[in-house]
């Protein structure tokens, strides 16, 4: 890839506080020459408001052709009818890994030197579930079911692509988390199947296992042994909100859903509508996700600027948004990273 060609992606801003923190991420992209030729197109309650559908048609075929989107906080409307739109556009786009870095930016927290990797299965488990109720004790409902389930090929694709990513980015170590001792079917194959793909990668990648619990408790005693954990998609979406809590909360969390046909880049954090408008909202987040972004497209050369210019902002604590302990906006944080690229 030529350092001159552009790359068309889809854009969404989100809602509540989306506007103005893409607003932001997009300045930023513009002032290192980031090479996305935007298509702008709106989903969650902006979705509604337009067409009654948070997650419009051309939204949709726009990320189908490019397949690439950045994409701000959606709020998924509470009745209705409507489906949680991150999980739709998972099963749409067939976006089977979730990736979530956890990496310390501001120093003197009680976790210094955090720089670990979660990769989460994205499209079974828990999280496609199969639910209904049953009657019970004269309780029409008294009984509450849930089906979550794993195929072996998805479980060898998933810990295939966290052994990848290690040798793609010199990690050393790959941790296959599970509850197998309980869940013995469904965290059995996946334990089983990581086993399987751990061989491949003999003398590349070293690879070693943790109970789910035991993973979340050494988490916190000791995150420092983690490098890339790989897991399913209930226990990888706890553990990676747990991890991000390591290095400040969700406004420094960012995230990729990627496949084999497209890959989308978010922040983790929700729209936060009680904020939305006062120039308040961290950007961080979601500009992270666009580095992440740009590595993804193999340029890393812009993705390297951003992120020096955000540690060294950070690092010197002159300029940091109110949930990272400063007084500045987000236009003001805005201005000062574009100052501090080099």
């Known amino acids: 890839m030529t350092n001159s060609k552009t790359i068309p992606a889809t854009l969404i801003p989100g809602d509540g506080i989306g506007p103005e923190i893409m607003e932001s991420v997009v300045e930023i992209l513009d002032a290192v020459g980031a090479p996305f030729i935007w298509e702008r197109h709106i989903a969650g309650m902006a979705g509604v408001d337009a067409v009654n559908d948070p997650l419009p048609k051309d939204t949709l075929e726009s990320i189908r052709k490019t397949g690439l989107a950045l994409k701000g906080p959606l709020t998924t409307p509470v009745g209705g009818g409507f489906k949680s739109i991150n999980v739709t556009m998972r099963q749409e786009f067939e976006l089977y890994a979730n990736l979530r870095p956890t990496k310390t930016i501001i120093p003197g927290g009680r976790y210094e030197d955090i720089d670990l990797v979660i990769v989460r299965e994205n499209l079974e488990g828990y999280y496609a579930a199969m639910e209904h109720t049953i009657p019970a004790n004269g309780d029409a409902k008294g009984i509450a079911l849930s089906g979550g389930y794993v195929s072996r090929k998805e479980c060898e694709r998933i810990v295939r692509f966290a052994f990848d990513y290690a040798v793609k980015n010199g990690r050393k170590k790959v941790t296959l988390v599970h509850k197998a001792n309980i869940i013995k079917q469904m965290c059995g194959m996946f334990l089983e199947a990581g086993r399987k793909v751990a061989e491949e990668y003999k003398g590349k990648v070293e690879c070693d296992e943790r109970i789910v619990d035991a993973c979340s408790m050494q988490l916190v005693t000791n995150p420092w042994q983690f490098d890339v954990i790989v897991t399913t998609n209930l226990f990888g979406d706890i553990l990676s909100d747990q991890a991000a809590g390591l290095v400040g909360g969700l406004g420094l969390a ?55 210019a955000i540690k060294n902002l950070i690092t010197s604590g002159k300029v940091r948004t109110r949930d990272m302990g400063g007084t500045a906006g987000t236009k003001e944080l805005t201005a000062a990273l574009k100052q501090a690229l080099v």
Not at 282 to 293: C, E, Q, R, S
Not at 298 to 304: K, Q, S, V
């Open 254 to 308: 960012p995230g990729a859903n990627i496949g084999e046909k497209a890959a989308i880049f978010e922040a983790v954090h929700g729209s936060a509508p009680d904020i939305a408008g006062k120039n308040l909202a961290n950007p961080l987040a979601l500009l992270l996700a666009a580095v992440m972004m740009l590595r993804h497209v193999r340029r890393d050369d812009l993705a390297d600027r951003i992120d020096t």
